[in-house]
């Protein structure tokens, strides 16, 4: 802007000096005229140059703190500090964290035994609710299949007292056993199992003698027949005993 400026009055200073001069002077007001607009030219300049410095300058002030702020930041001694700090920080927190082992310790000396016992309880009741679940569980199989033997001595009394002739009644006869055949399934998914008889030595403890007989294809002592059916658990408790006719 400035040298525009300079410009625009260089050129209506020539003009004005070709324009007014008188001709006989032509040549001396064209030479002040030049000189006049070179000095002005120069002013111009110089001060189109100060004003440049001075714009600039603010720009070098801002930066000037920003640098100077920077080199604190990193400066040995602000960085010391700020170690020193940091191994306060440390220092106090190994002290809380030493203050808080002392009373667990001192907890655990006075309230560590009770705590123990505590534990121990807490076990041997978990194993005796434990145990009666099981035995509860145990007993309510028990009473399920003692009811439903009534039900199979029925099927089975039956079965070998009632022979069927036309297809209607074999189709009954085959529905009954269906149901049979489904109530011993559920009772060995239960644990539920027959007694062995036939052809084992009498035992008292699962078997009861009805009566003895002589047998040519069983030995003394041997069950050779057996008239109703007897039940125990998977570990051999008994639920009813089978009657049987015991070889003589």
Known sequence: MFLQNTLVLMALTCADAFTFAPTTRLSSSVAFTQQESIASARQYSRLYAEE??????????????????????????????????????????????????????????????????????????SDRLAKAAEAGQA??????ATKLLAVLDNYDRA????????????????????VHAKIISTFGELGINEVK??????????HSAVMTRPDEDHEEGIV??????????????????AMVVVAA
């Open 224 to 241: 050779c027949e057996e008239l109703a059916k007897g039940w125990c658990t998977e570990d051999g408790e008994l639920i009813r005993v």
């Open 159 to 178: 079965f070998q007292s009632v022979t069927p002739d036309t297809d209607e009644e074999k189709e009954i006869e085959a529905a009954y056993k269906a």
């Open 139 to 144: 007993v309510a199989t028990k009473e399920i």
């Open 52 to 125: 440049s410095e001075e714009a600039e300058a603010p720009a070098e002030d801002a930066a000037a703190p920003a640098a100077a702020a920077d080199d604190i930041l990193n400066s040995p001694a602000f960085l010391k500090r700020k170690i020193d700090v940091l191994k306060s920080d440390i220092a106090a927190v190994e002290e809380k964290i030493g203050a808080a082992n002392t009373v667990y310790e001192e907890n655990k000396t006075e309230w560590g035994p009770q705590i123990e016992n505590l534990r121990k309880e807490y076990s041997n009741i």
């Open 197 to 206: 008889t036939v052809g084992i030595e009498f035992d008292y403890e699962y």
